[in-house]
């Protein structure tokens, strides 16, 4: 099968490939694994706990990266950027933080990483924050004095307020007060798996009628039954979510962390706010990442995804929509300074 | 009248005369008064929003005051050096950060900051922070995950917990987690004058059940009838207080901001978080710093607090133990390492 006939398949149609969220350990091999799979552009955590200095550091890194691979990659900074991604054959790659770790404390941070291309920032990962809470602390007062400012300053330089790893409020209240739609990258409904991780109906009813995105997380401690997660499990669920948030609400967001050695999640989950070993999602006897389910193991079965959306009785329209196409949309409108 | 009758006149007998907080906008002429005025030790903001570099560029500009200064000052890290201060005639400086900026994100800065003399930390500062909530959030969900993991940190390196500035429920929990008694360094009852940062008694009780400290504040927007204070409702309000929580259980914290222009209001009160202006204890008509009560605009005014407080029918013991020699105590038990 060619590349394009592969990209083609991906998305039932003609429409984008995109994933809304990935965290690989990057190198060629991966570079060329999307182009392989057709994936026209991905939103790549750059930073998890990293403070500003650090998270340009690793904007370095993707600088060195983008000069060494210029036929595989390039920088996407708007929508427009996955069309020329598609017309030269290379991979689209919007830079996203799971934390707001990268903006300090200082809120006029956010519009310097909004030039620097972050597209996507977190209000919270996992714990509490300066903005907002996340998703194991055991209360959650909602979105901080500080949060309500640094949502308005996202909302005003086209930075979007991805609440992933946030807490059932935090995300109402986030929802509830940004001027623009929101999104939530990577996760599944915990009605389909009840992970703390995961999104209730409440979320995902309200996150769909304000126009908001989900990504449908890969991520096996998102999936029911873990790696033994079934693709007809997993795209039933994905219809069902269509019937609740509207069809045009919903993408994927693999979370997909290829080749990351165990150390990786370690930092993911403990980051500097604890010496203690915090399992996360995991547990001390499984402490390192899961096993992607055999359907899902990297950029190239994104294809494996579309046909099983046919299999469950989604149409091509909608499964074109669903691979790529409200990504598309979505960063269309999102990007762009008000 | 001599420096040394004057120390002893402020005391009410020996003992030592110790500030719980000031932040003054540090020179030769504040460092003169503190002589005059008999003050042997203060605990002295070094920080407010600043990052940890910045901090550290503070300990520097500190440590050139301590090389130009050393007739008036000595940086004091343990209790010794109060004793060592007042052989020599010089006031004891304890640094202190109002607000856990200074550690970022990073509990492994809970040490070095110790190691580099830091002996209080206020685990918040009016909003909410990665470590509990401040006393203007509309919500307190109390000490989080990495709150708790920094409280045992302090605890073991002998870094006090300062809740001045934050939230009820906050407050009471880091009195219950923390193994060592914890300081509320300068604030007064809510019960006399209902403002936000003052605390209820049910804090004050529990505070001082547990072993910690009260040091009453100065601070015209914590007096009852603010700047117009008298120096007999202040008094009257310490000897009630001492009934609440304990005479060995409170000190002085005048908060003294003596000479600092309004712009370092501005910056104590809106830091990098928020574009907008945020008044804090103050209001739109008076933004700035306020006039202090007369009885009290700088260091050489300690023995008026002493003189009400004997007015008040407190003993001499009392009125030592209040002046400074509970201070002495905490300070003893509180700055080494477990």
Redesign the interface.
Known sequence: MSLEMQGIGSTGGNGPLIDGLQYANWSEKIFRQMREGGVDAVHVTITY?E?FRETVLNIERWNRWFEQYPDLIMQGRTADDIVLARETGRTAIFFGSQNP?CM?????LVEVLHTLGLRFMQLTYN????LA?GC???????I????R?VIA?MNRVGLVIDMSHSAERSTLEAIELSTRPIAITHANPASWHPAGRNKSDAVLQALGASGGMLGFSVYPHHLEHGSACTLQSYCDMICRTADLMGIEQIGIGTDLCQDQPDSVVEWMRV??????VDFGEGSAAAPGFPDMPEWFSDNRHFDNIASGLKSAGMNETNIAAVMGGNWQRFFASSFAAL
Chains 1, 2 share one sequence.
């Open positions: 706990h403070n770790s300090e404390d200082d809120i006029g714990n509490q924050s300066l809470t194991y602390e055991k209360l959650d007062n909602g901080t004095r500080m949060g400012e300053e980051g500097r706010w604890t010496k203690s």
